[in-house]
């Protein structure tokens, strides 16, 4: 397995330790993406829910808005998903909640699309629009 793609498991999978490590040791920058899907290691830590991971990502200085190829950002992965407390650490985090990827979707039509009313209630309250 390639560090990137070591990176990105490790990420979704909440491997603190070695992230770090791939981070710290040179081997990949916070934001690096996959180049097949666009995906990064805050869009892999959102899609699990995994808090911790995303609070290291972000204290790294991971951009929070990072689009992927569909230009979808860790939020909208974490609503997908029903991650409310990922969708609060990256709101705190100064998420865009007001995002529209390339097909014109927002974070809080997909919470709704999705029937999460307690997600798109954070998203709103937020100043989603």
Do not use: W
């Amino acid at each position: 397995m390639d560090a990137l793609m070591d990176f990105l498991d490790a990420a979704g999978r909440g491997n603190i330790d070695r992230v770090v490590s791939l981070i710290k040791g040179g081997a990949v920058k916070v934001d690096d993406r996959s180049s097949r899907t666009g995906q990064g290691a805050l869009h892999s830590a959102a899609v699990n829910g995994e808090i911790e991971m995303i609070r290291v990502l972000l204290g790294q200085a991971a951009r929070v808005d990072l689009e992927n190829e569909h230009g979808n950002t860790p939020l909208f992965d974490a609503v997908l998903n029903g991650h409310t407390k990922a969708v609060e650490e990256l709101i705190k985090a100064g998420a865009n909640v007001s995002h529209k990827n390339r097909e014109g979707m927002s974070p809080l039509a997909l919470a709704v699309i999705e029937g999460d009313l307690a997600i798109a209630r954070l998203l709103v309250e937020a100043g989603a629009r």
